[in-house]
């Protein structure tokens, strides 16, 4: 008996192959255990890889990007607040006389005086009730209804996004978070109030939420809208949680800032009863002189972004925020005492986020309000922080910024930051105000920190420069943020090859309104004379990626600076020139005549074949989906030589040709981002209308143009219409806005006119690539204000409804469109009448005079004048009524003039879409004027 076949293994070996296919005992669990370790360890590597990754994200520093102000003195940019600060200017002024605060009774020096303030200066915005609602889309009656911080804060958050180099228009649909630090100010009546002309607006004009909501509504913003109330630290703390809103992905854009504007008197009469105020409304920030706090108001907002966002998107970064750290005091000493403890342990705070030690900081910009109680408290805790451990020749150096403008309270903290951005660029700390020696209550000799009352180079520490910001609120929240010098990073270099290869320079420019586009066109013309280095195609690129493209549009174009100049001037002055083209965005489609075949299409495409590769290579596509049907070299002869060709095309050569050039043309609009809804021209343009709008493939299009066959006219995709012999191509009634392609045989002329008839035109893409520039600021959008500011509660007089007079410290522009000037009867050729009107049309306005009948009774007086304005439709109305003096016919001594413009006003006040009201009023007269009228009665 063998053992061959029995032996354990002998059949399985002959069946398998060979004993090398059974491993040794174990093998196969050692391999196994072997995979399972390899990929333990490639997971364990890819899961230390991630945790590396969240931890940078959550420590990465947050890159400021784009800042925008106004604070008090004029200070209505970044540029102008460092102006301001670095020239030692102190710009606090008397109380604002146009808020209808009762100045003559506000101001008494005994502080136990009720209703009274005994500091009577500030830091205010003299344009506070400034605003420019048609721009934001929101009617008059709302925008006088809203709080002046909302207003504020949609002008400077666009202002701001602007200097960041991002059209706002863009963002629409973003994760874009605003994050707002401000406190309520008590703007407008209670909401139980009636309030004739601002019922039903109050609510939401009010709302503290609404302060960040309604910058996200208006920009169509898809991230957190924030509104932080922490009192005077409420925008630091608004930044801190925007980094952290930043560094968790839940945004990835913010924009940061706080604003004040006191509608009321109430702060200054109830810090009098506290005697908390400095008498001369100065804040003495850390001095032997410190008398207590002075009021300011303003607003400051910042564009943030993830620096390696930032860098990746080639936008300028103005400095880093490197950590921030907000905390409470607790049960400390009081209920609005400030806390040492607390703010030496927010400050620790924010060096731990940073990743910073004490010695890595150089500048503070203090909270420093001027009070003998909390400035002692405040620089103790940085003594006792920063001021531990540092060389002697190195000091931490403070200051504030409240002594050049005042506490402008939920503003501050971002003022402040907005300060030590610019000082950090500049390299150099400048000096805090008012300060005759350092405050006696503090231990200065306790730290190694000196108060900086001169200005000073930014001291040298062989690493970036770095500052600091405090903010404190009365309710007890502090907040602490660090700043660093931005890195030497450039981004966004690479510029894609133009479409049109070389062409002019081209600048577009755009506004809401026509006024406004002048206004533009003459902030722009300022700057590029004032800058003459700057390179024509930089500004160009600028205008076009950083700026949104509105409703009223000019392009300036030039081959030379000199041309750009002339045509920017022709548009500030709203003239034409050959090196402009304006126009309004059409509320239509657009739509585009294809090139007359008996025009300069020929010359047209010899010029593109040498200037645009884009468009030489779409030609090619074309001639090649052609070749099946007939000699290529026939149809390029139809542009080689313009003397050797017909200028017809009835030839298949030519009809192939002219439907080539058509097709690569349009096809190389649409790689400048231009977007066509419908063709209209010659019968002959079928093949390349169908293929255009996606009907025909680009092979069967050139088999139909070929053969000369038309395409079935019952496709439902695409828009194509046949413009009949002396019809213009606006013409046509179907609801679209028809532009040349090529008018006089010029693409970049078709370009311009589509641009400024409402299309989106790639302009970067337009010329020759450009070298990177260094970034620089153009100017912001000219907004174009009216007053709006809810005054006293109104009085009546007579039984009619008065109103609040205002005078015009500087008559604006009329608007746009036509003025009714509305004359009593027998008043047409009264001087005052006439120079009035004659004013009114100097200024550029169209004036319609009505003659008004103030003799009828008031029933009879109101139907006229509503069916007067309804019937003309005015842009604005000019009342002349006060040049009537005759006494009411009632038996009263109240002019009738003015008694009727009363109640134009609230005839106006009725119409849902009420048209601008002037009243002028002639001083020389010897009768009281409206204002008189009111407050007499």
């Known amino acids: 008996m063998g053992t061959s076949s029995n032996t354990p293994g002998a059949a399985g070996d002959t069946a398998h192959g060979g004993a090398d296919e059974h491993p040794a005992p174990g093998t196969g669990t050692e391999d196994r255990l072997r995979d399972y370790l390899r990929r333990a360890t490639t997971e364990l590597r890819d899961l230390k890889k991630r945790l590396r990754q969240a931890e940078e994200r959550d420590s990465e520093p947050v890159a400021i990007i784009g800042m925008a102000c106004r604070y008090p003195g004029g200070a209505g940019s970044p540029e102008a607040l460092w102006e301001l600060v670095a020239g030692d200017r102190d710009v606090l002024g008397d109380l604002p006389d146009d808020r209808g605060w009762d100045l003559e009774n506000l101001y008494h020096p005994d502080p136990d005086r009720p209703g009274a303030s005994y500091a009577h200066e500030g830091g205010f915005l003299r344009d506070a009730a400034g605003f420019d609602a048609d721009f934001f889309g929101i009617s008059p009656r709302e925008a006088l209804a809203m709080d002046p911080q909302q207003r504020l804060l949609l002008e400077t958050g666009w202002e701001a996004l602007e200097r960041a180099g991002i059209a706002p228009t863009r963002l629409r649909g973003s994760s874009t978070g605003v994050y707002v630090g401000a406190i309520a100010q008590d703007y407008g009546p209670p909401l139980h109030q009636p309030w004739e002309g601002a019922d039903g ?44 809103s930043l560094r968790s992905g839940e945004t990835g854009l913010a924009l940061v800032g706080g604003v004040t504007v006191m509608a009321t008197p109430g702060i200054f009469v109830e810090f009098s009863r506290q005697r908390g105020m400095a008498p001369d409304g100065r804040c003495k920030a850390f001095s032997a002189d410190a008398d207590g706090t002075g009021w300011g108001e303003g607003v400051g907002v910042l564009v943030l972004e993830r620096l390696s966002d930032a860098v990746r998107n080639g936008h300028r970064v103005l400095a880093v925020v490197r950590g921030s750290a907000v905390n409470q005091d607790g049960a400390s000493n009081g209920l609005t005492a400030p806390s040492g403890p607390a703010q030496k342990r927010v400050v620790r705070s924010a060096l731990e986020s940073a990743g910073l030690t004490t010695a890595d900081v150089d500048v503070v910009e203090g909270h420093g309000t001027g009070t003998k109680l909390g400035d002692p408290i405040e620089a103790q805790a940085l003594i006792e922080t920063y001021g531990q451990g540092r060389p002697a020749e190195r000091p931490l150096l403070l200051g504030s910024l409240k002594s050049n403008i005042g506490h402008t309270q939920a503003a501050a903290g971002v003022g402040g930051v907005i300060k030590m951005v610019m000082a950090l660029r500049a390299g150099v700390v400048p000096a805090t105000l008012h300060v005759g020696e350092p405050s006696p209550h503090v231990d200065w000799s306790a730290g190694t920190v000196e108060l900086v009352t001169r200005a000073r180079a930014w001291p040298e ?325 009216d007053r709006y500011w809810l005054g006293a509660p109104e009085r009546t007089v007579r039984q009619r409804r008065s109103v609040d007079w205002l005078p015009v410290a500087r008559p604006s522009a009329p608007r746009d469109g036509g003025w009714l000037a509305l004359v009593p009867e027998g008043f047409g050729d009264d001087p005052f009448v006439t120079a009035a009107v004659e004013a009114l049309g100097a200024e550029g306005a169209q004036v319609t005079v009505q003659n008004v009948d103030l003799g009828s009774d008031e029933e009879s007086l109101v139907k006229a004048l509503a069916a007067g304005i309804a019937g003309t439709g005015p842009a604005g109305v000019l009342s002349l009524l006060d040049a009537d003096a005759t006494p009411d016919g009632d038996g009263g001594t109240a002019p009738r003039g003015a008694l009727a413009t009363l109640t134009l006003a609230r005839v106006l006040h009725e119409l849902p879409d009420a048209p601008v009201l002037l009243c002028a009023t002639d001083d020389t007269r010897d009768h009281p004027a409206p204002a008189g009228l009111v407050w007499a009665a």
């Open 201 to 244: 607006h109050l609510l939401t004009g009010g709302t503290a939420s609404v302060l960040s909501g309604r910058i996200s509504y208006v920009l169509g913003l898809e991230g957190p809208a924030v509104t932080v109330d922490t009192a005077c630290s409420s925008s630091l703390v608004a930044l801190h949680l925007a980094m952290q």
């Open 461 to 785: 520490a062989g690493r970036v420069r770095r500052a600091a910001v405090s903010s404190f609120g009365i309710s007890g929240t502090n907040a602490h943020v660090i700043l660093e010098q931005a890195p030497e990073v450039r981004g966004g270099d690479v510029v894609a090859e133009g479409v049109l290869g070389s062409a002019p320079w081209v600048w577009p420019v755009s506004a809401r309104g026509a006024r406004a586009l002048r206004a533009q066109a003459a902030r722009l013309l300022e700057f590029a004379e004032r800058c003459p280095d700057l390179e024509p195609g930089a500004v160009g690129r600028a205008l076009a990626t950083g700026r949104a493209a509105l409703s009223h549009r000019g392009v300036v174009t030039g081959a030379s600076r000199e041309e750009l100049l002339v045509g920017l001037a022709a548009l500030a002055a709203g003239q034409d020139s050959p090196h402009l083209v304006q126009g309004v965005q059409s509320e239509e489609r657009l739509g585009y005549v294809l090139p007359d075949p008996a025009g300069l299409w020929r010359r047209a495409t010899r010029e593109l074949l040498h200037s645009s590769p884009v468009f030489a290579e779409q030609l090619d596509a074309c001639l090649t989906a052609l070749g099946p049907h007939l000699r290529i070299g026939d149809v390029r002869a139809q542009w080689a030589d313009s003397a050797s060709v017909p200028s017809g095309t009835t030839e298949p050569a030519a009809r192939c040709a002219l439907f080539a050039v058509t097709v690569a043309l349009v096809r190389t609009w649409r790689k400048l981002g231009v977007r066509v809804d419908a063709f209209a021209g010659d019968p002959v343009h079928g093949p390349a209308a169908a293929c255009l709008a996606g009907a025909l493939g680009l092979d069967a299009a050139a088999r139909a143009a070929a053969l000369g066959e038309e395409p079935d006219p019952a496709q439902p995709t695409w828009l194509w219409l046949r413009t009949p012999a002396g019809q213009g191509p606006d013409d046509t009634g179907d609801g679209v806005t028809y532009v040349e392609l090529l008018p006089g045989g010029s693409v970049l002329t078709g370009l311009l006119h589509a641009y400024v008839n409402g299309a989106d035109v790639d302009w970067t893409a337009v010329g020759a690539p450009l070298p990177p520039a260094e970034p620089f600021d153009l100017p912001t959008y000219a907004f174009q204000h």
